[in-house]
């Protein structure tokens, strides 16, 4: 049988990088024929790919809010305090 065509157990799957990945998916596709479920699948993956890149985008601009926010939240709280100083001060 030909080395190309054995599939990695589990283990050595998850131990394989990722060039090892694509050169054996590269070795495969002069021996696969495909039908229309894998174009169905390469969609879907595309899909979740740019579905997790918008949501890692998103989580970036809800830390930079957070961010701001912390600094507003500290900025009226020193504020306040400065506030509540000059009153005890003024005695007013």
């Keep these: 049988?030909?080395?190309?065509?054995?599939?990695?157990h589990y283990d050595g799957l998850n131990r394989m990088t990722d060039?090892?990945?694509?050169?054996?998916?590269?070795?495969?596709?002069?021996h696969?024929?495909?039908?229309t479920g894998f174009w169905l699948d390469e969609m879907t993956r595309r899909?979740?790919?740019?579905a997790t890149e918008a949501a890692l985008e998103?989580?970036?601009a809800a830390r930079?809010?957070?961010?701001?926010?912390?600094?507003?939240?500290?900025?009226?709280i020193v504020a306040s305090v400065g506030t509540g100083v000059i009153q005890i001060v003024t005695g007013s």
């Design 19 to 30: 060039e090892e990945v694509i050169a054996r998916y590269n070795e495969q596709t002069t």
């Design 64 to 76: 930079r809010l957070a961010k701001i926010n912390m600094w507003v939240a500290i900025v009226a």
């Design 1 to 8: 049988m030909d080395e190309g065509v054995n599939v990695p």
């Design 47 to 50: 899909s979740f790919r740019r």
């Design 32 to 35: 696969t024929v495909i039908g």
């Design 58 to 60: 998103e989580a970036a």
